[in-house]
Structure formats: C-alpha cells, structure tokens
C-alpha cells in the first residue's frame, strides 16, 4: 500500500517561509497529478496546488505567487515552498497523489500555524 508522508509544518509568524516535503513510498512516475490541499477548521479541503507530470502547475488564487510546488522524482517526493505566510493560510495541509490507474492517496497531514 502506497503511504505519503508530510513534514515540515509548524508555527511560523505572518511575512514567514515554510517548506512542506511529502515523501511518496510509490514510485511518482506513475503518479498523474500531484498536488496540496489544507483543511481549515470549520472549512471544506480546498486544492492549494497541483503539479502533472507534465510539468505543469495550478495555484489557488490566493497563494498564487507566494507558493510553489515542486517534485523530485529521484528522491519520490513533492514539495510545497510556502513564502509571505498570512493568517489565513494557517491549516492542516495533506499531500495527494492521483495515480494513474484512477487510485487516489492521501497523506496524514501536517499542521501549518500562522502567528501574528
């Protein structure tokens, strides 16, 4: 069973940076769309930003140049560079993978804590 594993969440305060790794124990080559969500409470989980094995990339529009998300396909991991952290993106952020045979992954998810 494919297993994803977060870090690199914490407290930071507002103008900050944190980089969140997600550690993928399948191989990422067949992993179709990669991507971050983060569930705040009392909200739905919402897409952060997604990457295809393409290459290409998606950004919610309210972390658009302040986030980026990577892969590393040697090392099976996928980052999210969180930068100019706000209030408001503090969350639990969970790692997801959509494989190519249609199965769907998810990680346990890393608390992210955004301190004025």
């Known amino acids: 069973q494919v297993q994803l594993v977060e870090s690199g969440g914490g407290l930071v305060q507002a103008g900050g940076s944190l980089r969140l790794s997600c550690a993928v124990s399948g191989n990422i080559f067949s992993a179709n769309v990669m991507g971050w969500y983060r569930q705040a409470p009392g909200e739905q989980r919402e897409l952060v930003a997604s990457t295809t094995s393409a290459g290409s990339t998606n950004y919610a529009d309210s972390v658009k140049g302040r986030f980026t998300i990577s892969r590393d396909n040697a090392k099976n991991t996928v980052y999210l560079q969180m930068n100019s952290l706000k209030l408001e993106d503090t969350a639990v952020y969970f790692c997801?993978?959509?494989?190519?045979?249609?199965?769907?992954?998810w990680g346990q998810g890393t608390q992210v804590t955004v301190s004025s």
């Open positions: 997801n993978v959509k494989w190519w045979n249609g199965f769907n992954s």
